[in-house]
């Protein structure tokens, strides 16, 4: 899947002055041994920070460093780049690239070619947390987020600085590289197309402070939107609790318990070409919920519980055609007890994980699962990242859609 992706791809990697700059070796690498032609070019102080020979040994391409250098063929490199690059990715992108680029200031080799290029570009700010969280920073940020540039957020934990758990991290080279895999995804095919994705587990409250949830962590459907908004949907997520960032660009509710989703997936689904229902929806909740906290002293003896609606099965129910895609997580019988399930619920297609093996599902960034549509398993069951498998059902949605227009 990444090979297939970056082979034959350019991708111009732009490395300025931040001590992340020796983590974009790594990516560079990664890229490379996926098939892309990485050529770098780097600010006088990334300089400073990592040698060029270190790049150029990785990439075997030359390192530009210089705004007046040429290529073979004479052409002033930063020119010929901005325009063979199929992607512009600055990693890490320092406070001051970043306000260079919002403001257009052109007086150097990488400030050129952000202003040169008519290429996606992706910035990956890596910094201190106070100068992440700057004004100035952040306005430059919305200015160069509305001119289409991309951004992918830094992560909370240790900064070289010194500060134990701040935002300002450089993401993991995996982070970076799945961003890239839906950018440069040449099948879009969804432009026009609503699609609503459910993510994330439900919290069904005993009392103001407690909850029978699950171990969900969204990471799935998450995958899902952005693949989808990567082939040009108009993406709605319905997302329970979970830790993760609001994906850029896309409509998020948030929602808490299954009655909630459910509201929400009534209210959005009119307008739906195709409903991806990947959360993990509690089955039952608490028959009654407590207004106050319940004291410790009051413990009732047992918990009393009711059927949550089945939201999947009323979505396929419901008049009007669109495409119904559904998740089962099983521990055994996988294949079966998911044909079973796409059948009773009248599915186009449903998406099997085994969540009874370690390191797999909830949680994870990985999933073992299979696509199974209305004429069978697609293949075998297989581990993959979430990214890859929300591209693999996308790319069956994109089919089913073409064949649902043709009818
Ligand atoms: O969020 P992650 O940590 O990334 O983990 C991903 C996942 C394991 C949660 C995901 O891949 C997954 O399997 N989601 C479906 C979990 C689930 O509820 O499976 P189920 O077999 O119980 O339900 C079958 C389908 O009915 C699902 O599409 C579910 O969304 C839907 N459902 C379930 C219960 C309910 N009351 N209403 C529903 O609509």
Known sequence: MTEYIFKGKTIALGVSGGIAAYKAVDLASELTQAGATVK????????????????????????????????????????????????????????????KAACGIADDTLSTTIVATRSAVVMIPAMNNYMWLNKATQHNLETLRERGIHIIEPEVGRLACGEEE????????????????????????????????????????????????????GKMGYAIAEAAEARGGDVVLISGPTCLRPPYGIKVVNVETARQMKQAVLDYLPQ????????????????????????????????????????LQMVSEKEGRRIVVGFAAESENIIESAVEKLKKKNLDLIVA???????????????LAILIDRSGPMGDLKTYRKSDLAGRIMDWLVGALKRDAAD
């Open 166 to 217: 701040a935002i300002g991290r450089f993401p993991k080279t995996e982070t970076i590289i799945d961003y890239l895999k839906n950018l440069l995804t040449v099948v879009r095919g969804l432009e026009g197309k609503t699609i609503l994705v459910t993510a994330g587990g439900t919290h069904e409250p005993i009392d103001p402070v407690r909850f029978i949830g699950n171990r969900s962590s």
């Open 40 to 99: 770098i070019i780097m600010s006088e102080n990334a300089v400073k920070f990592v040698s060029p020979i270190t790049f150029q040994s990785i990439t075997c391409q030359p390192v530009i460093t210089d705004l007046f250098a040429s290529n073979p063929q004479g052409r002033i490199y930063h020119i010929s780049i901005s325009e063979e690059a199929d992607v512009i990715v600055i990693a890490p992108a320092t406070a001051n690239i970043l306000a």
């Open 272 to 311: 739906a070409d195709a409903v991806i229902m990947a959360a993990a929806i509690a089955d039952f909740r608490p028959s009654e919920e407590s207004v106050e906290k319940i004291k410790k002293e009051k413990m009732p003896k047992s918990l009393g519980l009711g059927l949550n609606p089945d939201i």
């Open 353 to 367: 994980n085994n969540i009874g093996k370690p390191g797999v599902g909830f949680g994870s960034d990985l999933n």
